[in-house]
């Protein structure tokens, strides 16, 4: 099975290492993995112009297009975003806004699929669990199933706080059990249901 993990963050940074942490769990239960990071690239906010629902594919043409290939492919979705003034990443919005196009080719496209969260702030409360909130409801619209780790520190999915650096990041020993926990419980999903 395909998981594909996408790293909203506008830097190479902590949120990318947490998502490489969670894709390191998933290669040794023996899943394919791939990463895409928002880092870099041109990803253009959606417009919202409806060119999509006529023509079954969007008129912007940028780095998205590589997402929509892979999304399609997965029997997993990984969401990870750093927080940015309290919520998600703006890469992640027009991400999110984006795939639209796919729904316009079919309705059902994303559906059955299974989603896992990833938030990493640099504060230990700094709107995490409005990021995974945000994931979550992303998944429910796209009928994607939304994972988290469970009843016990990991509620809506894996949390960090990284203190904005690599170094405290790799310290954060309850944001690895909320990984670990969250990677489990998606990984008997995918098993499950996939």
Request: proline share 2%; hydrophobic share 35%; charged share 20%.
């Amino acid at each position: 099975m395909k998981i594909y993990g996408i790293s909203a963050s506008p830097r190479h940074l902590t949120t990318e290492y947490a998502l490489n942490k969670a894709l390191d769990l998933l290669n040794d239960e023996g899943f394919e993995t791939k990463l895409f990071s928002a880092s870099g690239k041109q990803i253009t906010p959606c417009m919202h112009c409806d060119y999509c629902m006529e023509n079954k594919k969007c008129v912007i043409q940028d780095d998205m297009t590589s997402v929509y290939d892979d999304l399609l492919d997965a029997d997993g979705i990984i969401l990870a975003s750093s927080v940015q003034s309290g919520g998600i990443s703006s890469n992640l919005a027009a991400i999110m806004d984006r795939t639209r196009a796919l729904e316009a080719v079919d309705y059902n496209i994303l559906r059955g699929k299974i989603g896992m969260s990833i938030a990493v702030g640099g504060d230990r409360t700094g709107g995490q669990d409005v990021v995974h909130l945000k994931n979550i409801i992303y998944f429910m619209i796209h009928g994607i199933i939304p994972v988290s780790g469970g009843p016990f520190g990991s509620n809506l999915g894996a949390s960090f706080w990284s203190n904005d650096s690599i170094e405290e990041i790799e310290k954060d020993e309850y944001g690895y059990q909320s990984l670990t926990r969250t990677v489990n419980e998606f990984c008997n999903f995918l098993k499950k249901y996939r």
